[in-house]
């Protein structure tokens, strides 16, 4: 185990704002190829971005949530696929983090190691031999391609003789892929399925679900450590939070970038830049991203002051993050979409990213987690005094 210098937020924002111009040049073959580029995986290696969440006895960064939320903005400032998938990894090894300690020797003794995960419990787990026998299949699993471990979620057997949903560490190389991720946005994610047939996993590489949504988590090196003691649905609210607002920033500098050039046909606008109607869709739109950063923003802080000072969380506040993080989503596709109609016709064509951009941005607002209408109506329903109907909290 090595501990590593933990570089400081502006070095890694730095990192990743330097590393667009190769995402985005990236960005049409991955979504082509429906699986980020490897170049793109590449440079994002070299630039520490998938050392963020990695303990730092493992040469890992531990980095807190602000940091973390400005180094995906800026990912998804250069392709939302690359950000998504960094924001998946992020939050993935997280939970990797949350097994005991032999375990997270063997899950990070592979340098540069990626974990992917889903939360879905599509899959049964059968006692035995130590440990269970796992089958089952998980859809939208990004960066699958990429990963070296997958946490899988599973229903297993409960004290109670019942049954109730458990968290496994599994190693690519016991699942098979299926390639079946043609989708309309975040197409360079490649988020395919995963299938378990009669896979077995040792029971150490195996958590109650319950216990991690109450933060009773089996690392004893990590129990001390303000990122690893946060309970897991608000922490994946601030993992994923940045994607969008990037995607959103991406969508107003594509937009202006292309506006001296562009006329508005049938008009005696020679150009775009001087319409009343552009100044307006502009302002709003900015206003919209600046709306969606600050509520990103306080997310984060809230995060970060809470897993320094040890501070237990609210039912409000629990929901409170998943509120936010659709917030975020809603006005990120509402910025995209003003923009995008201010685009005109040419937008449609596959070589403007604003188009992409959009698509992208649209798929993320549709994640079962993290739909707008879903986590408003929750947090309402927290806000008039009933409990909550979702165990995700």
């Not at 890992?60 to 400005?70: A, F, I, N, S, W």
């Not at 302002?283 to 509520?295: G, M, P, Q, Y």
Request: include cysteine.
């Amino acid at each position: 185990m090595t501990r590593t210098h933990i570089p400081p937020r502006t070095e890694l924002v730095r990192r990743a704002s330097e590393l667009v111009p190769t995402l985005r040049s990236h960005a049409v073959w991955s979504e082509e190829n429906r699986r980020l580029h490897e170049e793109s995986i590449e440079a994002m290696t070299d630039a520490g971005i998938f050392r963020m969440r990695i303990p730092a006895r493992y040469g890992g960064y531990e980095v807190d949530g602000r940091t973390l939320v400005d180094v995906l903005t800026q990912l998804g400032q250069g392709d939302g696929s690359a950000s998504w998938n960094a924001s998946v990894w992020s939050m993935s090894g997280w939970l990797a983090c949350l097994f005991p300690d032999e375990v997270q020797d063997e899950v990070f003794s592979t340098p540069g190691v990626r974990v992917c995960g889903v939360l879905s419990p599509t899959a049964l787990a059968v006692p035995g031999n130590d440990g269970f026998v796992v089958n089952g299949r998980w859809r939208f699993m990004s960066g699958a391609l990429h990963s070296h471990w997958q946490v899988i979620i599973a229903m297993g057997p409960a004290p109670d003789g019942g049954q109730w949903p458990i968290m496994a560490l599994v190693p690519m190389r016991d699942l098979e892929i299926v390639d079946d991720w043609y989708t309309a946005g975040l197409k360079g994610t490649g988020s395919v399925t995963t299938v378990a047939e009669d896979v077995f996993v040792p029971a150490e590489r195996v958590i109650p679900m319950v216990a991690v949504l109450q933060e009773q988590y089996a690392s004893k090196l990590n129990a001390d450590t303000s990122v690893y003691r946060l309970p897991m649905m608000a922490t994946g609210c601030t993992s994923f939070i940045g994607t969008a607002v990037g995607l959103a920033k991406a969508a107003r500098s594509t937009f202006l970038e292309r506006l001296p050039d562009r006329k508005i046909t049938y008009t005696d606008y020679a150009s775009q830049r001087e319409a009343p109607l552009t100044h307006l869709q502009v302002a709003e739109a900015t206003f919209k991203i600046d709306e969606a950063e600050f509520h990103a923003h306080r997310l984060a802080h809230l995060m970060d002051a809470k897993g320094a000072n040890g501070e237990p969380w609210t039912l409000e506040e629990r929901v409170g993050a998943r509120a936010a993080l659709g917030r975020v989503f809603h006005l990120a596709k509402e910025a995209t979409g003003i923009l995008k109609t201010a685009s005109g016709g040419t937008s449609i064509y596959t070589g403007a990213p604003i188009q992409r951009i959009e698509r992208d941005v649209q798929t993320l607002n549709l994640h079962a987690l993290m739909h707008p209408d879903t986590n408003f109506e929750l947090y309402g329903r927290v806000l008039c005094g009933l409990g909550p109907n979702t165990m995700y909290v």
